[in-house]
């Protein structure tokens, strides 16, 4: 019997226990997990996430050697030792976070003094936040990496680290963890059941069907997703669907509601050859939902960019036409977003400190 507790971030963290029988569960729902992202027994995996325990790490490793493939941890190192253990360990995969996996493939030149695409990583796996599933930032990761495939992967340690996965279509995450889990669609605000059609969006609820310490029903994810399909042309039943963001991080314009990574899908979509596709919506306080003036959000835009004022105005244009809400762009340089080593969120409190 081993004990695991949630993070805690959002509150008193919430402990929950994992039989032997669990985990042989997990490593088996992991393998499908893993194996439908397109890792193979012939790859070497690096994890660069830096939680090499439960639940986002030694569950993957289980999983991607019961597929026969081996495995690295990088993650928890320093940026130029993780470098070297990529370059040194010819790792043909990564999984991480989606910003940090970006982040690595922008700084690779910078501490081993190659490009990413020289390492010969071939495929990658990203998640644990929106923003794989954007084409913009799809495109770019694999140009960066010089990647054959690239992939969006989800979870909930709650209830298991690994959910869905994208097949070979790259066109939405399947889900995966079938005898194991059961999901249902729901709409946040009523509870009402929703079908698995294209199109549709809601809350997924999760119970666990097999599980033997702390068994969860009916568990509310607070994620928010879009049925993709409802068909595969892999063969694989189960519905596909794109993470849009997590439903307590909706914000309201006067009477309409938006999702940050939807300002940004707009964003980066229509304007991806002046940006760097960093952005973020700026908020007066972490509990701030409501706004009655235009959104501030703050833009990276590259430098060869020289009429700003008409960028900034397309850009605002743009996001009212389709969203129906005003935002304030305030374009800024590159790299004026914190990088971080596991996500970049896209909501910060307050103006960035010069």
């Known amino acids: ?18 039989t032997q029988k669990d985990l042989e569960s997990w490593r088996d729902a992991l393998a499908a997990f893993t194996y439908n ?29 019961h597929i026969g493939a081996a495995t690295v941890w990088a993650g928890g190192l320093a940026t130029e030792r993780l470098f070297e253990t990529l370059r040194n360990m010819y790792c043909t995969a990564i999984l991480g976070t989606t910003s940090f996996d970006l982040y690595l493939a922008e700084n690779c030149q910078k501490y081993l003094g190659i490009d990413a695409k020289e390492l010969g990583i071939k495929k990658i796996l990203g998640g644990g936040e929106p923003g794989l599933g954007e084409e913009p930032i799809r495109h770019k990761m694999k140009e960066l990496w010089g ?76 994620d928010y997703i879009r049925v993709e399909a409802a068909e595969c042309k892999c063969g694989r039943t189960s519905p596909k669907m794109r993470c849009i963001g997590r439903v307590d991080d909706m914000l309201i314009y006067k009477a309409m509601n938006v999702f940050p990574s939807a300002i940004r899908d707009v964003v980066v979509k229509g304007f991806e050859e002046f940006l760097t ?20 959000v703050d833009i990276e835009v590259l430098l060869s960019v020289q009429d700003k004022a008409k960028l900034k105005r397309d850009i605002e244009g743009k996001v009212r036409e389709l969203l129906v ?17 596991y996500k970049t969120p896209l909501v910060r409190v307050g103006a960035i400190k010069k």
Request: aromatic share 8%.
């Open 325 to 341: 809400v005003k935002i304030e762009a305030n374009l800024v340089p590159p790299e004026t977003i914190k990088r971080t080593a």
């Open 37 to 65: 992202a397109g890792i193979r027994k012939n790859d070497v995996v690096a994890h660069v996430v830096g939680t090499p325990i439960f639940a986002g790490g030694e569950p993957y490793f289980e999983g991607m050697r």
């Open 277 to 296: 596709g960093y952005i973020q919506v700026v908020k007066d306080t972490a509990a701030q939902v409501r706004f009655d003036d235009p959104i501030p």
């Open 147 to 222: 990647a054959d495939t690239v992939r969006e992967v989800m979870g909930l340690a709650d209830i298991m680290p690994g959910m869905w996965s994208e097949c070979e279509e790259e066109k939405g995450m399947h889900f995966t963890a079938q005898p194991y889990i059961m999901v249902e669609l729901t709409d946040p605000d009523t509870g009402k059941h929703l079908p698995w059609e294209p199109g549709v969006c809601g809350e997924p609820v999760y119970t666990t069907i097999l599980r033997e310490a702390t068994p969860i029903i009916r568990y509310a994810s607070h």
């Open 1 to 18: 019997m081993q004990v695991i507790s949630s993070s805690g971030t959002t509150g008193r963290p919430v402990y929950y226990g994992i």
